[in-house]
């Protein structure tokens, strides 16, 4: 079997379906930020291209039964409520997804039992008795080596949650996964599909031993919140291949316009779920005849000071208290710049006001305001620059610093945004921010601030004092057209992270919004021979009176 190259140009990235079960926090937010930094960056880099991004909540099973149950509430509307914070919660975040899917929509459904009757008569489902562990929090039965025994009372544990187990003995249908080993092998071994490597090496690992089948259906009477198995109510879909399934049904399946899509180009998932979407679900595309995902990115956990988030420790950090104290932009930067997927990120109070404080109020914002003083830019206009100071200006080592980093800002932020390392992407922008804070504390334009004579501008007179305060004012103005030009810079590259503030940043600049695109980054004074304004211009561009010029408040 071959996977060929993608033959459509479109982007389809997806994050998990959140668990309806308890409240979103930093982590699940956390997966769809990453998600959607990666869409706008490839809207960004390749704005004829369409994007999808799906994202939404998982609803059925025995755990939500139970939650719903716990609060008293009908399991519907339960189901209502949480899905609703979680809309509200990526709306509030910037999460610009195209879709927001529910396990408990008709079109969800349809596309389950399409999926499932495909299997079926394809031949990789068969009925059987079935007895083993099962926990019902992980909604899965675990082998002996999953579990650990308490000798004292003699109950049993999933190892990996924590959550107890009960002996089921029940007759449900099987899906074939042993038959597909080396398929899935093939797959993980081509190399590129599971990011970081490191995963990669987790999931080869898993599948150097023998892969038993998988039970695929429950009996009704025990998981009634749950889509029926087609031709048998007396069995539901198991609750992960229904989940998995949403990602085919997000893109039209199974109507036949979600060839468009298939198969995703990215597919971000938490470290926990490796196995579900590394061996079961490249499984069942297998065995339907679909073709397995591009990629997996796959991220490890935040923990909150060194510790586990949960309910019992009492540290779960909920987002929307967060982006109280951080703003909603604040914490899509603390979470891009902090978090790497490798390994797991440790969130703290202390240590995300020191960063936001000192690089989006310090280094970005103090940067804009000194651009956009009165007492040095009393026109408020992103100046031209001027070939002669400029040439003479770039002679300065600091103005050095600043034309290395703008020269290597593109090809750099591109290599990290292919490879999401978004905190890499922050790195380069902030120290660039620094160079270009460091030319301007080293070229003083303040000394350079026009007298009273400066009136005199332009009218003819050639008089000594007049032509060095036309100098001065020349210089003047390339400074903060040079200091503009990497705030511009910067301002475009980082969208995807942060796109209010960019957005906020790039207005009171007076950059047209068919200027903010990457391509856009090749028009600085760093990088075009010509003195000249973004898109060739030679024009003094009035900023944007309306918008204050402080970006972050400290
Ligand atoms: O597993 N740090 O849903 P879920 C970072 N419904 N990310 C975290 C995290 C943490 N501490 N905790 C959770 C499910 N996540 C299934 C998925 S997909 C077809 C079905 C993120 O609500 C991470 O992406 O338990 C993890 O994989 C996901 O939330 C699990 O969310």
């Not at 000798?151 to 544990?157: D, E, H, K, V």
């Not at 089948?213 to 007396?234: F, G, K, L, T, Y």
């Not at 932009?329 to 960063?355: C, M, P, Q, T, W």
């Not at 992407?425 to 000394?447: G, K, Q, Y």
Request: proline content about 5%; some cysteine; overall charge neutral.
């Amino acid at each position: 079997r071959r996977y060929c190259a993608r033959v459509s140009q479109d982007f389809y990235a997806t994050t998990p379906i959140f668990y309806v079960n308890a409240a979103p926090h930093i982590g699940h937010l956390y997966s769809a930020v990453i998600t959607d930094a990666m869409c706008r960056y490839q809207r960004l880099k390749h704005p004829e291209q369409s994007v999808h991004l799906c994202t939404g909540t998982d609803e059925h099973g025995t755990k939500i039964q139970q939650a719903a149950a716990t609060q008293g509430v009908p399991v519907a509307q339960y189901c209502d409520n949480i899905s609703t914070r979680y809309r509200h919660l990526f709306r509030e975040s910037g999460i610009n997804n195209t879709d927001f899917i529910r396990t408990t929509e008709e079109r969800h459904k349809q596309a389950v039992s399409h999926f499932w009757r495909t299997l079926h008569t394809r031949g990789h489902i068969y009925s059987a008795a079935y007895s083993g562990w099962y926990c019902i929090s992980d909604e899965t039965f675990l082998t002996d080596s999953q579990l650990r025994l308490d000798s004292s009372t003699g109950a049993r544990f999933s190892l990996e949650s924590g959550h107890p187990v009960e002996w089921t003995e029940e007759t449900n249908y099987m899906f074939r996964l042993s038959a597909l080993q080396d398929e899935v092998l093939y797959w993980v071994k081509q190399g590129g599909r599971i990011r970081p490597a490191k995963f990669e090496k987790i999931l080869l690992d898993m599948l150097s031993e023998p892969l038993p089948d998988v039970s695929v259906s429950r009996p009704a009477n025990r998981v009634h919140w749950a889509i029926p198995v087609p031709e048998d109510q007396s069995q539901t879909v198991y609750v992960w291949l229904d989940a998995l399934i949403n990602y085919l049904t997000s893109a039209g399946y199974p109507d036949e316009k979600y060839r468009r899509w298939w198969p995703p180009s990215i597919q971000v998932i938490g470290k926990d779920i490796l196995k579900f979407h590394g061996i079961y679900w490249p499984a069942f595309l297998i065995a339907a005849g679909l073709e397995p995902p591009q990629q997996l990115f796959v991220h490890s956990h935040w923990t909150v000071d060194g510790q586990k988030m949960s309910k019992s420790k009492q540290n779960v950090v909920d987002p929307v208290a967060a982006a109280k104290t951080y703003t909603m932009e604040g914490l899509r930067y603390f979470l891009l710049r902090e978090g790497v997927a490798h390994s797991d990120g440790n969130f703290s109070n202390v240590k995300a006001l020191r960063i936001l404080n000192s690089e989006l109020a310090d280094t970005l914002g103090n940067l804009l305001s000194r651009a956009c003083a009165k007492s040095l830019n009393p026109q408020q206009v992103y100046p031209r620059l001027h070939a002669v100071q400029l040439a003479d200006l770039v002679q300065m080592d600091a103005a050095k610093r600043l034309q290395d980093a703008l020269q290597q800002i593109e090809a750099r932020c591109a290599q990290h945004y292919a490879d999401n390392n978004f905190y890499l992407v922050v790195d380069s922008v902030i120290s660039t921010l620094h160079a270009a804070n460091n030319f301007f504390e080293t070229a003083r334009p303040w000394e350079l601030k026009r007298p009273a004579a400066a009136a005199t501008l332009g009218s003819g007179t050639t008089d000594a004092a007049n032509v060095q305060n036309i100098e001065n004012f020349e210089r003047l103005e390339t400074i903060i057209a040079m200091t503009m030009d990497t705030l511009r810079i910067c301002g475009i590259v980082l969208q995807p992270i942060m796109p209010q503030l960019c957005g906020k940043l790039l207005d009171k600049l007076a950059v047209p919004p068919e200027q903010r695109l990457w391509r856009n980054l090749g028009e600085c004074f760093a990088t075009t021979a010509a003195p000249s304004l973004f898109s060739n211009e030679t024009v003094t561009r009035p900023l944007a009176a309306h918008t204050d010029a402080v970006l972050f408040r400290r």
